[in-house]
């Protein structure tokens, strides 16, 4: 009895190894390496853009190449963030660079479409987890991947959702955390942006509005097709 006892454990035991899944997953930790976020630097070129100007960067327009600029955000924790950055900002006075805005919206949707394509959802798209650092590379990188899970365990229209939010702060400008809070709440609720922002980039929002309602139609293809389509429309 005790042998078939035995057996009859490691038979189970062989029962649960099967259902194990035999892919592997790699977390990679690195500190240090990337010096802001996409959330410090929107909250720095909205205070720009309202002219509330930072210590050190009275205009932006007269800074040097090479120049860093001291900025504490919202959470009070100061950042390092590159002049040069910045001034790729505006294409002018009071108004924002559509082409710089896509060439990070470009890069971000890049690196979720890797993810899907690897059988991945994020989870946790924001301007908090794209990261940018100060040596020369402005290309935005994705991290934390607290919220990683199987496509088969989690809706991918769930990153593309989170990307439609990310590229409306990105084109607008909102000048308080408060304004900003209760605005993307009437957003997240209603499904729908600010008549202000839809006179103002027409086409976009039309897009943004699709990732909001989750329509299965709505693609990182079709995202990364647009940015190209309209990439002679930036002014």
């Known amino acids: ?42 909250d720095l070129r909205n205070k720009e853009f309202f002219g509330d100007h930072v210590d050190g960067c009275i205009c932006l327009s007269s800074q040097p190449f090479q120049c860093i600029i001291p900025f504490t955000g919202c959470q009070g924790v100061e950042r390092i963030i590159p002049a040069d950055f910045m001034v790729h ?85 909102i000048k308080t955390v408060s304004e900003r809070y209760y605005l993307i709440k009437e957003i997240e609720k209603t499904k729908t942006l600010p008549d202000e922002f839809k006179v103002m980039y027409e086409k976009e929002a039309k897009l943004i509005e699709l990732c909001l309602k989750k329509k299965g139609k709505m693609g990182l293809k079709e995202i990364l097709k647009f940015i190209r389509e309209t990439k002679n429309d930036c002014t």
């Open 1 to 42: 009895p005790k042998k078939i006892l035995h057996e009859k454990k490691i038979n189970t035991k062989n029962k649960q190894k099967k259902k194990c899944s035999k892919k592997k997953y790699y977390y990679y930790s690195i500190s240090k390496y990337y010096d802001f976020t996409l959330r410090d630097y929107v």
């Open 89 to 173: 900002s505006f294409s002018c006075k009071d108004k924002l660079n559509k082409s710089f805005i896509n060439f990070l919206m470009k890069n971000v949707v890049m690196g979720i479409k890797y993810l899907h394509s690897k059988g991945l959802v994020h989870g946790d798209v924001s301007l908090s987890n794209i990261f940018v650092g100060n040596k020369n590379d402005f290309i935005p990188k994705i991290g934390d991947y607290g919220e990683i899970k199987s496509i088969k365990e989690a809706d991918r229209m769930e990153d593309i959702y989170k990307i439609g939010l990310l590229w409306f702060e990105l084109l607008f400008p």
